[in-house]
T-cell receptor
Framework: GAGVSQSPRYKVAKRGQDVALRCDPI?????LFWYQQALGQGPEFLTY????????KSGLPSDRFFAERPEGSVSTLKIQRTQQEDSAVYLC???????????????FGPGTRLTVL | AQSVTQLGSHVSVSEGALVLLRCNYS??????LFWYVQYPNQGLQLLLK??????LVKGINGFEAEFKKSETSFHLTKPSAHMSDAAEYFC??????????FGGGTRVLVKP
């Protein structure tokens, strides 16, 4: 079946603009994750949803970052008043169950590369 | 808290030679451990995972990894490198909760 998809694949924003990044998880997957991958580094956790509930947002770097998953499927990561340090690849992942500390595989999308000028 | 250290940000191997990528972790609870591969402009693909069953884990594309609790390690190996193995490899740990904590990655170059 279809994997995790993300759009847009590339986004260029001027400093101060707001951006919205979309993630379509694998159908039926309960858990959804957002990660930020800076150039040359490993992904870093941003936030986690179980269905529509945002259970962990400890990784969001500032209150300019906001994520939602209103119907428990598609998710949007919004960044307000973008700064140059927000430039990174934003990865979305989904997994089947919502069990805490499950052994389920997280399946990753191709990412959105955000460049803030 | 948990963390992952990958020794060597770049590794160069000859085609047909052994691939060894090192990963050490710290975790306050028994960990689940993962290796992912990332090709240019693509997302991460799972190679293999350790979830407290057998300590020697076999994955896709001929890769395997061994969990060694005493050494807090989960090194990835492949007996014979292929040109298609050129990519970036990430080790990750899941401790409490469901989020993954990744290492900094190791980029593998395969020389013909």
């Amino acid at each position: 079946g279809a994997g995790v998809s993300q759009s847009p694949r590339y986004k260029v924003a001027k400093r101060g603009q707001d951006v919205a990044l979309r993630c379509d998880p694998i159908s039926g997957h309960v858990s959804l994750f957002w990660y930020q991958q800076a150039l040359g580094q490993g992904p870093e956790f941003l936030t986690y949803f179980q269905n529509e509930a945002q259970l962990d947002k400890s990784g969001l770097p500032s209150d300019r970052f906001f994520a939602e998953r209103p119907e428990g499927s598609v998710s949007t990561l919004k960044i307000q008043r973008t700064q140059q340090e927000d430039s990174a690849v934003y990865l979305c992942a989904s997994s089947l169950s919502g069990r805490i500390r499950s052994t389920d595989t997280q399946y990753f999308g191709p990412g959105t590369r955000l460049t803030v000028l | 808290a948990q963390s992952v250290t990958q020794l060597g940000s770049h590794v160069s191997v000859s085609e047909g030679a052994l691939v060894l990528l090192r990963c050490n972790y710290s975790s306050s609870v028994p960990p689940y451990l993962f290796w992912y591969v990332q090709y240019p402009n693509q997302g991460l693909q799972l190679l293999l995972k350790y979830t407290s069953a057998a300590t020697l884990v076999k994955g896709i594309n001929g890769f395997e990894a061994e969990f060694k609790k005493s050494e807090t390690s989960f090194h990835l190996t492949k007996p014979s490198a292929h040109m298609s193995d050129a990519a970036e490899y990430f080790c990750a740990v899941k401790a409490a909760g469901n989020k993954l904590t990744f290492g900094g990655g190791t980029r593998v170059l395969v020389k013909p």
